[in-house]
């Protein structure tokens, strides 16, 4: 059994910076991927970013040259830099991991981004 927990969400203003981060607990295996979903109220989740257990990484649209996704495998930990935040990037991220055929869910961490 794997748990996650995100930490790092806040009210930040737009233009401003938050830095995500999810660690991983439990039966972890060595290859694996792990990313960010944000749901907005109303709205349905969506991909944020993955990366890969080698470092393979891809985003959406809509954060990609702001938003950069990074793991430590070491410490089966994931973060999420997120520059020139924007009003339209206020959801609750959550951090997801997937393993053969097992997937993981944190329970969330709010993102406020004020105009």
């Known amino acids: 059994q794997v748990q996650l927990v995100e930490s790092g969400g806040g009210l930040v203003q737009a233009g401003g910076s938050l830095r995500l981060s999810c660690a991983a607990s439990?039966?972890?295996?060595?290859?694996?991927?792990m990313g960010w979903y944000r749901q907005a109220p109303g709205k349905q989740r969506e991909l944020i970013a993955r990366?890969?257990?080698?470092?393979?990484?891809n985003y959406a649209d809509s954060v990609k040259g702001r938003f950069t996704i990074s793991r430590d495998n070491a410490k089966n930990t994931v973060h999420l830099q997120m520059n020139s935040l924007k009003p339209e990037d206020t959801a609750v991220y959550y951090c997801?991991?997937?393993?053969?055929?097992?997937?993981?869910w944190g329970q969330g961490t709010q993102v406020t981004v004020s105009s």
């Open positions: 997801r991991l997937q393993q053969l055929r097992d997937d993981y």
């Open positions: 439990g039966s972890i295996f060595s290859i694996n991927v």
């Open positions: 990366i890969t257990s080698r470092g393979s990484t």
